[in-house]
């Protein structure tokens, strides 16, 4: 196998993997011997014809597919070892041109699109919350220190937007990319249950698609950077979910579905519950 690597500044990782002809034969001998059991040709058992007869009955391209299939994530997990990296997010595969290799002996290549997890600066962050939280603590002289009101409420949006603010990551486009279409693709299925068309949604929005998609993808770009700063800041500040706080989470479920659904995703449960522990250190600080 040969893997060439392209790497941005930005994460944004390029693997262009050539699978050699060997392999590729070998594979695809394979599929169409295991295929060929249950092919039938005119004056042959079922699975007995010669291979070229099978052949020529054959779907090239789902041969094609099938050997895909079988190739990819092997030499995909085998690039990302050599070249020692370590991608956050599935890759985006684009296959150059295959040639049959029964008819020639080319070599199969294809492209990986990924990234690895950007870089986050935390900057000032501690100076610009504080000054926020600041006026929660200031001592009134003969009034109770703690009263409601002698503390004015720090809203969790507040803290958000000072910490996004102060903080700098370089996040790979993809990565936005990607999430910008979950976020949409959720969007439309929220649509579809109000009985609504794109369309009707759009005019009774006055938007159009482009403005739509700028919009989700100023969000995806800062509900990503907001994620990876709460674990930054937890990582730094030694911030944990012990299992007793997902036990008592799970039993606080209000149905038994509920509790089921936070039973089977413990570890979603636990990121959760890290990432409002934090919000709560920043409050405090």
Same mark, same amino acid.
Do not use: H, M, W
């Given at each position: 196998m040969i893997a060439a690597l392209q790497k941005q500044p930005n994460g944004t990782i390029q693997l262009t993997v050539t699978i050699p002809f060997s392999v590729v034969r070998k594979t695809w001998d394979g599929v169409i011997e295991e295929t060929a059991k249950n092919i039938e040709v005119a004056g042959f058992r079922k699975g007995k014809a010669p291979k070229h007869l099978v052949e020529e009955k054959l779907d090239k391209t789902k041969i094609r597919e099938a050997v895909l299939k079988k190739l990819l994530p092997q030499y995909y997990i085998e690039a990302i070892k050599e070249q020692n990296v370590n991608p956050i997010m599935s890759p985006k595969i684009h296959v150059k041109e295959l040639k049959d290799p029964s008819l020639n002996d080319k070599d199969w290549q294809f492209t990986a699109l990924?990234?690895?997890?950007?870089?986050?600066?935390?900057?000032?962050?501690?100076?610009?919350?504080?000054?926020?939280?600041?006026?929660? =603590?200031?001592?009134?002289?003969? =009034?109770?220190?703690?009263?409601?009101?002698?503390?004015?409420?720090? %809203?969790?949006?507040?803290?958000?937007?000072?910490?996004?603010?102060?903080?700098?990551?370089?996040?790979?486009?993809?990565?936005i990319d990607n999430e910008t279409d979950r976020l949409l693709s959720q969007?439309?299925?929220?649509?579809?249950?109000?009985?609504?068309?794109?369309?009707?949604?759009?005019?009774?929005?006055?938007?159009?698609?482009?403005?739509?998609?700028?919009?989700?993808? %100023?969000?995806?770009?800062?509900?990503?950077?907001?994620?990876?700063?709460?674990? =930054?800041?937890?990582?730094?500040? %030694?911030?944990?979910?012990?299992?007793?706080?997902?036990?008592?989470?799970?039993?606080?479920?209000?149905?038994?579905?509920?509790t089921k659904n936070l039973e089977n995703n413990k570890y979603l449960l636990a990121s959760i519950l890290r990432q409002q522990k934090t919000l709560d250190f920043l409050k405090n600080l």
């Open positions: 990924t990234c690895e997890a950007p870089t986050v600066n935390l900057n000032n962050y501690k100076d610009k919350i504080k000054s926020l939280t600041a006026k929660s =603590k200031i001592v009134i002289p003969g =009034k109770p220190f703690g009263s409601a009101q002698d503390k004015p409420e720090v %809203k969790f949006e507040d803290i958000v937007k000072a910490l996004l603010d102060s903080v700098t990551a370089n996040i790979s486009s993809i990565l969007t439309l299925e929220d649509i579809k249950k109000l009985g609504l068309s794109l369309d009707q949604y759009l005019k009774s929005t006055g938007k159009n698609p482009e403005i739509l998609r700028t919009e989700y993808r %100023k969000k995806a770009e800062n509900d990503i950077k907001l994620e990876l700063t709460l674990q =930054k800041i937890a990582e730094d500040e %030694k911030i944990v979910v012990e299992d007793k706080e997902i036990n008592e989470a799970i039993k606080a479920g209000k149905s038994e579905d509920e």
